[in-house]
């Protein structure tokens, strides 16, 4: 299912998407799912 406002990026080629339109179908690039994108961690403020 995709998510309104998450990232998705295939793991085999770098493609990036934004979903705009969620919905019950799968993202798929290059014959495979593609995973939600994980955020990347704050830099520390110390």
Same mark, same amino acid.
């Given at each position: #299912?995709?998510?309104? /406002?998450?990232?998705? #990026? +295939? $793991?085999? +080629? /770098?493609? $990036?998407? %934004? +979903?705009?339109?969620? /919905?019950d179908?799968?993202?798929? +690039?290059?014959?495979? $799912? #593609?995973? %939600?994108? $994980?955020?990347?961690? %704050?830099?520390?403020?110390?």
């Amino acid at each position: #299912m995709a998510q309104l /406002g998450k990232r998705y #990026m +295939c $793991e085999e +080629c /770098g493609t $990036e998407v %934004l +979903c705009n339109k969620p /919905g019950d179908g799968a993202l798929n +690039c290059c014959d495979k $799912e #593609m995973p %939600l994108k $994980e955020a990347k961690p %704050l830099p520390s403020s110390d």
